[in-house]
């Protein structure tokens, strides 16, 4: 079983019904494919970076969980079919150093400056 970490943003203008319909059949593909959530996070609704679907915002859901290789496959052609997810994006989470979304993000990342001799 190998940790998967996925986040997916749903059409804004759903109504709540049907989002948590569509977070639901999610949930229930993980499950039936023998994979286990590890925690669901709602974000709720934000401004995307940019217009997706000529929407400027969109509903985001953070997902981690675990499961075989084939449950990622089966899990991105449902995302590809459901009208309800404008966006999505799936990575491996590595067992040698697990990913905390405590940790802060540095703002500015220090330039690397190489002096020149004349």
Do not use: C
């Not at 494919?33 to 970076?49: M, T, V």
């Not at 966006?87 to 400056?113: A, G, H, M, N, Y």
């Amino acid at each position: 079983m190998r940790n998967y970490e996925t986040i997916f943003i749903l059409d804004p203008d759903l109504e709540e019904t049907v989002a948590q319909s569509a977070i639901e059949k999610i949930k229930g593909i993980i499950t039936q494919s023998n994979g286990e959530i590890l925690k669901l996070e709602d974000w709720g609704k934000r401004k995307l970076a940019y217009e997706v679907r000529k929407k400027s915002k969109g509903h985001y859901i953070l997902l981690h969980f675990s499961g075989p290789p084939t449950l990622l496959s089966e899990l991105e052609r449902n995302f590809r079919v459901m009208d309800a997810v404008i966006k999505f994006q799936s990575v491996r989470l590595d067992d040698k150093s697990p990913v905390t979304s405590t940790e802060p993000i540095p703002d500015d990342q220090p330039e690397e400056t190489s002096e020149e001799s004349e």
